[in-house]
């Protein structure tokens, strides 16, 4: 099965963004490096998801970016779908293809399974992840993490 990196960064920073959402506009600086993704994948990444309408820029001084519906109403399939990801558990990309140019024996099983996940992936909103006790903890950590690299004294220029 392939859910590449792409798919999954996207999920977690739109969680990132679902978590932090009272604070307002959020920076991809400030996903980055609670996500540890770098800042220019997420840009590439945000383009996608803003042509999707599942987030919203806010330009200017204390910009970032909002979701741009409830956490509630965006579905993790949603996400992954607009980054061109597809969860696919065939050998050959869904195009039945698979045993020269023809379809193997086991294409059926394998591309109803791609259904059935991606099935799944569209019943799992943000708004179920992030009640999760085991999600609320990793973001307080992650944010104490990122205080604590806020509070450190920048290098002195000599």
């Known amino acids: 099965m392939r859910l590449t990196a792409k798919g999954r960064y996207a999920v977690t920073a739109m969680l990132d963004l679902a ?3 009272e604070e307002g506009p959020i920076s991809l600086a ?15 990444l945000f383009a996608k998801l803003r042509k999707k309408n599942l987030v919203n820029s806010v330009r200017g001084p204390g910009g970032g970016y909002t979701l741009q519906r ?3 109403e965006i579905f993790v399939a949603d996400i992954v779908d607009s980054v061109d990801e597809n969860v696919d558990a065939t050998r050959c990309s869904g195009k039945a293809d698979c045993q020269h140019g023809e379809t193997c024996l086991s294409h059926q099983l394998w591309a109803e399974l791609s259904d059935e996940i991606h099935h799944f992936l569209s019943g799992i909103n943000l708004a179920s992840i992030i009640e999760k006790r085991e999600v609320k903890r990793i973001a307080a950590r992650q944010d104490e993490l990122q205080d604590e690299l806020v509070r450190l004294p920048k290098a002195v220029e000599i």
């Open 19 to 21: 978590v932090h959402q």
């Open 30 to 44: 400030d996903i980055s490096r609670r996500q540890g993704i770098s800042l220019s994948y997420l840009e590439q």
């Open 70 to 72: 409830q956490p509630t």
